[in-house]
């Protein structure tokens, strides 16, 4: 890469991924003031991170909640341990304009946007809301000209943060577009063995299980039968409420798992599915929420404007 071309490149703060083992280092137990050390020392390494800093990411796995620190999502009064990548992903489904919303974890940010991972094969989940759930369409994830060049699907959306610790928000406002397999595949093979099988297994958002009025009648006589024989009965009572329970599609989705493992079993590294990648909020707005006192709070917010994309900063009212 040419040193031009470096200085082009967003700089772009990765998050650790989920899933994997804490290393011993990172598992150890420090002092305050060494992990305060700790902090200061992560978050001038990973401020500006470059390909260098990427690949020590990569090779160096840490737990979700134990993300490598970074300035814009860091506190000294939040703890490690309350993720404040956390953050609500808001869709809508056109032509209803009914609206969506799930907690997902923030795993990259840069100049482009904020980007999550997730299944997006589901035409009755989030997947169908951003890209168009036509019957019969394909379940995989566009690359980013498929998509453009596509009109289906409700391609707006929103991301929330809250820390609630420190009174603080931030709303960001957008169209989704698609990573390239590439850049969704980097991510991918920072997963653990078993995120990927999952990744697999899962027909996200498709109903596995239903029951009836009656059928649920049933079931919450079977426990309540189980509860008096195990007064009655003591230690000779099931330990095992469950066993009671009529199969609610658990086991359908663990057999899918199963099934997952015998497919790549052997498979050393088990490949991207077509229906799973990551996705970029590129923002149109963003507004900066902070509480004060007699909810005479303080919003800012940044909003895009004309065709050179300049920001606009605006105070908005309480």
């Known amino acids: 890469m040419s040193q031009n071309e470096g200085h082009l490149r967003p700089k772009k703060l990765i998050f650790a991924p989920g899933d994997i083992s804490a290393t011993p280092e990172l598992e150890a137990t420090e002092s305050p003031a060494t992990q305060a050390d700790s902090s200061t020392a992560l978050r001038s390494e990973t401020s500006t991170p470059n390909s260098e800093t990427e690949t020590e990411i990569i090779s160096h796995p840490a ?37 969506s919303a799930r907690v997902v974890y923030l795993k990259e940010l840069d100049e482009r946007g904020w980007v999550v991972y997730s299944n997006w094969g589901s035409r009755e989940g989030k997947g169908g809301q951003v890209f168009g759930n036509e019957e019969g369409g ?51 093979r920072t997963r653990e063995r078993g995120s990927q099988i999952g990744g697999w297994a899962s027909w996200q958002s498709k109903v596995l299980w ?5 059928q649920m009648e049933e079931r919450q006589r079977r426990k309540s039968v189980a509860k008096v024989q195990e007064a009655q009965a003591g230690s000779d009572a099931l330990a095992d409420l469950d066993q009671t329970d009529i199969d609610d599609g658990r086991a359908a989705l663990e057999q899918r798992v199963k099934d997952m493992e015998k497919k790549f079993e052997g498979v050393k590294d088990i490949p991207l599915p077509p229906f799973w990648g990551g996705v970029r909020l590129v923002p149109e707005s963003v507004e900066f929420w902070q509480g004060r006192k007699s909810r005479l709070h303080d919003r800012f917010r940044y909003v895009r404007e004309g065709e050179d994309g300049q920001w606009r900063l605006q105070r908005l009212s309480p």
């Open 210 to 214: 239903s029951a009836q009025p009656a």
């Open 138 to 188: 394909s379940t995989k994830l566009p690359e980013p000209s498929e998509a453009a060049a596509s009109h289906l699907g409700n391609r707006w959306g929103a991301l929330t943060f809250c820390w609630a610790a420190v009174e603080r928000q931030v709303r960001i406002e957008g169209k989704f577009e698609p990573l390239s397999r590439e850049e969704s595949e980097l991510y991918w």
């Open 63 to 99: 737990r979700a909640h134990q993300f490598i620190t970074n300035p814009p999502l860091t506190d000294p009064r939040l703890l490690p341990s309350s993720a404040p990548e956390t953050c609500t992903l808001a869709t809508a489904s056109l032509p209803s304009g009914r609206v």
